[in-house]
């Protein structure tokens, strides 16, 4: 089993269509969470945080559950530029107090117009 | 403040030879990552540094040498390219080594690589 797990899609909504995805870990250890976002051909780059509390980052909303070890990426009123791959990041503290930061494979949003 | 570079951007290689990426940083950044991303497998760590002069394995380091002589560089290696090192190639370095919740990873833009 992956130790991060998502749904690779594709995801294809039209334009305005709230849209969710989900992430799944193994490690029950890890200690935080976080949504990335890729374009094509692009470096990832920093969506936004998980927190417990779940947070909000205008159309983005993000929750983390720690008992059913799942993270979740929602997006509301989906415009075009929305379209990218979404990878969920997973940072544990592996054998002698490193950072390690696993990746899942990402989800593929399309929005068609 | 160029953030993460990458050299070089596009490689072409024959299978037998070696290279080496470089990343270099220049936001004094502890910790410092090497990946490769290949279609429908997503990011797979190969090396990483905790700091300068250390390096650790990542889950896919076979084939691939790492060295952090200085703290603000990070080079990969590849002794003896094989076609299955084909990728495109991701360096990062992270914001803090500390057990907060801030973990902002800041990406090169990749190196893509093709081994004939």
């Known amino acids: 089993r992956k130790e991060v797990e998502q749904d690779p899609g594709p995801f294809n909504v039209p334009e305005g269509a709230t849209v969710a995805f989900n992430c799944t870990y193994s490690?029950?250890?890890?200690?935080?969470f976080f949504w990335y976002r890729q374009d094509c051909r692009k470096e990832p780059k920093l969506l936004m945080s998980?927190?417990?509390s779940g947070n909000e980052d205008g159309r983005f909303t993000a929750q983390l559950n720690r008992a059913s070890q799942y993270i979740s990426l929602l997006i509301r009123d989906s415009k075009l530029s929305d379209s990218a791959t979404y990878l969920c990041?997973?940072?544990?503290?592996?054998?002698?107090?490193?950072?390690?930061?696993?990746f899942g494979s990402g989800t593929q949003l399309t929005v068609l117009p | 403040n160029a953030g993460v570079t990458q050299t070089p951007k596009f490689r072409v290689l024959k299978t037998g030879q070696s290279m080496t990426l470089l990343c270099a940083q220049d936001m004094n950044h502890e910790y410092m990552y090497w990946y490769r991303q290949d279609p429908g497998m997503g990011l797979r760590l190969i090396h990483y540094s905790v700091g300068e002069g250390t390096t650790a394995k990542g889950e896919v380091p076979d084939g691939y040498n790492v060295s952090r002589l200085k703290k603000q560089n990070f080079l990969l290696g590849l002794e003896s390219a094989a076609p299955s090192q084909t990728s495109v190639y991701f360096c990062?370095?992270?914001?803090?080594?500390?057990?907060?919740?801030?973990?902002?990873?800041?990406f090169g833009e990749g190196s893509r690589l093709t081994v004939l």
């Open positions: 990041v997973v940072i544990s503290i592996s054998s002698g107090s490193a950072r390690q930061l696993t």
């Open positions: 990062a370095s992270l914001l803090r080594n500390d057990y907060s919740n801030t973990g902002e990873l800041f």
């Open positions: 998980v927190y417990s």
């Open positions: 490690n029950s250890a890890s200690q935080s």
